[in-house]
């Protein structure tokens, strides 16, 4: 069982650095469609890049759950608690190491998005394997988390705040352009 598990969570990092990566560009791979926009980075912002990261997760995980969730009863409550860590590791990465060197490299941008992807991985890993029987409630709030978190990602990409963690730090512009 704990191989199964590690080559689950060893295909999710790989299945999420590669879609992660391919929907750097598949905005405007697109024409810049609305649709595509949806779950693909619409701008250099830090959102977007954690919007790199948060679908390729969403979509392995909905279907880690419809092949091998009953075996591991905390696995909505585990993977909610790895994703939201894995996302924040990219902004407290990002503007760490850019408010100390007071710029941006764009090999360091890319190995935070991979840093956050092990990192999720490698919790979820940790999480699931202490095989804690999850109870009901903790599933529901995992799995109405990491819903919100897909309905707050694309909401923010056409109704974005205007605050830094939205704004493109080329264009000025937040969000899917203005």
Same mark, same amino acid.
């Given at each position: ?14 299945? $999420?650095?590669? *879609? ?80 100390? *060197? ?17 990192? $999720? ?6 999480? *699931? ?13 995992? *799995? ?12 923010? $990409? ?21």
């Amino acid at each position: 069982m704990r191989r199964q598990l590690f080559l689950w969570e060893l295909a999710g990092f790989l299945f $999420t650095a590669v *879609l992660g990566v391919l929907l750097h560009y598949t905005y405007d791979w697109s024409g810049q469609r609305a649709a595509v926009a949806a779950f693909s980075a619409v701008n250099e912002s830090t959102w977007e890049h954690m919007k790199l990261l948060f679908v390729p997760l969403f979509l392995f995980s909905v279907v880690q759950m419809c092949v091998s969730g009953r075996n591991y009863p905390d696995f909505l409550w585990s993977r909610v608690r790895a994703a939201l860590t894995g996302l924040l590791l990219i902004p407290v990465l990002f503007y760490t190491y850019t408010g100390v *060197l007071g710029s941006c490299i764009t090999w360091v941008n890319i190995a935070i998005f991979f840093l956050a992807d092990a990192g $999720t991985f490698l919790l979820d890993y940790r999480l *699931l394997r202490r095989g804690r029987h999850g109870t009901l409630w903790r599933q529901v709030v995992g *799995l109405a988390v990491l819903w919100a978190l897909a309905f707050a990602f694309v909401w923010c $990409t056409f109704r974005p705040p205007h605050v830094a963690l939205w704004q493109d730090p080329v264009t000025g512009l937040y969000g899917r352009a203005e």
